[in-house]
């Protein structure tokens, strides 16, 4: 079996993996499964308890057929850095050496606490000279060891480790189009909005809240000149503050970026919610399109209605990271 490769994406409600194999055309789906995750295991997006989520790990490994295959999985929430920056033209190696100099200005916390990787975007040259754009990326050294302890306790050989929006993007069906694109993926308390230009994550904002999921079947009252929010219902609320949050975050990159939006492609347990993607469209003033994951992907053989529906709302990270074999990708170097 030509298998590509083995997603793994540790939520903080459920723990996804994905298995994939390319084939002519694209990629299939040979296996996938899920186990909640252990309460106390992951709080605010960090690891808490890595003995526990490795041992929960092991179990759906196990059941799955893949203990000790290599795996690539993402690291996510507010511990993740990202930015674009403009550095004079130097080698690759030479721009990794010099950007920790710089990162040290903007980094939260000291920049011997990171682990970081660059990517380069474009050369030009202006008034300073010769410069490279390139995206910067960062997140806290001890949540790499702790990803890395879990793997391992949970028979796991890393692979590799990157970003959701890494994934995600993979999930795009024309990844190099000129256009701007962007993607929302929206867990059970956390939801991650990335913008995507010629296939490159150049704007990237996570939004934390207190909230256990999201119904089968909930509905959210729509119109089709205002969305009906009905503020008695705590969920109502929530989805309304998370996005009034995602249509501020699009007007700061619109200003900051001088650049529009064509598409916006939501993703994860809030496309349970009937009626979440015209409020979202109406909201910020975006197309908006409820990704299908088995639209880029097949699946190699029939499951359940709700296996599948659980596919197709939870799973677009995992697919993500397991069909990264033929994508560009960075690898969050220690």
């Known amino acids: 079996m030509n298998t590509v490769g083995i997603g793994l994406d540790i939520g903080s409600v459920k723990i996804k993996i994905a298995r994939v194999r390319k084939k002519r055309g694209g990629f299939e789906v040979v296996s996938f499964g899920s186990r909640e995750t252990p309460p106390g295991a992951i709080e605010g997006g960090i690891i808490k308890d890595t003995k526990i989520l490795g041992e929960t790990i092991a179990d759906l490994a196990g059941e799955l057929g893949i203990r000790n295959k290599a795996v690539v999985t993402a690291v996510a929430g507010p511990q993740v850095y990202t930015r674009i920056i403009s550095m004079p033209r130097l080698t ?25 990787d660059i990517f380069p975007l474009r050369e030009y040259q202006d ?33 590799a480790i990157e970003i959701e929006p890494l994934a995600l993007q993979r999930l795009l069906p024309d990844k190099r189009s000129s256009g701007t694109q962007a993607f929302l993926n929206m867990g059970a308390s956390r939801w991650c909005f990335s913008v995507h230009q010629k296939g490159v994550p150049v704007f990237n904002r996570y939004f934390s809240f207190a909230y256990a999921g999201y119904q089968p079947g909930a509905v959210l009252p729509y119109s089709e000149n205002v969305p009906s929010w009905s503020a008695s219902r705590e969920t109502d609320k929530l989805i309304f503050d998370m996005v009034n949050e995602v249509a501020r975050s699009i007007e700061y990159f619109r200003i900051h ?42 699946l190699v053989e029939q499951v359940s209605s709700g296996d599948l529906e659980e596919l197709k709302h939870d799973f677009a990270v995992a697919v993500g990271l397991a069909v990264r074999g033929g994508d560009f990708w960075w690898q969050i170097k220690k």
Do not use: N, W
């Open 127 to 159: 008034y300073q000279g010769k410069r490279a754009e390139i995206f910067f990326v960062a997140v806290r050294r001890s949540q790499l060891d702790d990803i890395q302890t879990a793997c391992r306790l949970g028979k796991l050989k890393l692979h």
């Open 92 to 116: 690759i190696e030479e721009l990794r050496i010099a950007v920790r100099y710089e990162a040290a200005a903007f980094l939260p916390i000291p920049v011997e606490q990171t682990a970081m």
């Open 257 to 298: 970026y001088q650049s529009e939006l064509s598409k916006m492609f939501i993703t994860g347990g809030g496309t349970r919610v009937r009626g979440l993607d015209k409020a979202i469209a109406l909201t910020t003033r975006c197309k908006v399109e409820i990704e299908d994951v088995l639209a880029r992907v097949s």
